[in-house]
């Protein structure tokens, strides 16, 4: 379900990783609501199917019965995007650093490094589960 009559857009999604498809009309949604620029387009959508990805998949264990939140904003200049999950967490300081030597042949990992690369801003709550990013425009 997408809602764009009110701030803010919202979109809410079973974790079926099939589902990370509806990234892209959501993101379509945003840059057409808040007029984003296109050059921008490319690192949201990027970074927003990392962020939920990881919220389907290892937040909720692709567990269909759970649910993944989105939620985005705008104001003072920035885009503003929330995406909660039912997991437990984990802890976002612990993660390995793909530029690393030793993980760079590793497959896994790099959605949280994309996620603070292409965003301005990246910053976890609820133990993780709750993950708020934002882009300056």
């Known amino acids: 379900m997408i809602s764009i009559d009110d701030q ?3 979109i809410e999604l079973d974790s079926n990783p099939d589902n990370v498809k509806e990234i892209q009309p959501y993101v379509d949604l945003i840059v057409q609501k808040y ?15 990392e962020a939920i990805t990881n919220a389907i998949v ?13 939620n985005s904003r705008f104001g003072h200049n920035l885009i503003s995007v929330q995406i909660i999950d039912e997991g437990e967490g984990f802890d976002y300081e612990d993660v ?7 993980n760079i042949l590793t497959l896994n990992g ?11 801003s ?3 709550s609820n133990n993780g589960s709750t993950v708020v990013i934002q882009f300056k425009l």
């Not at 007029?35 to 199917?49: F, M, R, V």
């Not at 290892?58 to 989105?70: E, I, L, P, R, Y």
């Not at 390995?96 to 030793?102: I, K, L, N, S, Y």
């Open 8 to 10: 803010p857009i919202c």
């Open 35 to 49: 007029q984003i620029k296109s050059d921008l387009y490319g690192n949201i959508l990027i970074t927003l199917t």
């Open 110 to 120: 790099r959605g949280v490094f994309l996620m603070h690369q292409l965003s301005d």
């Open 122 to 124: 990246v910053e976890y």
């Open 58 to 70: 290892h937040g909720n264990q692709a567990d269909q019965s759970k649910k993944v939140f989105v």
């Open 96 to 102: 390995p650093d793909p530029t690393d030597p030793m």
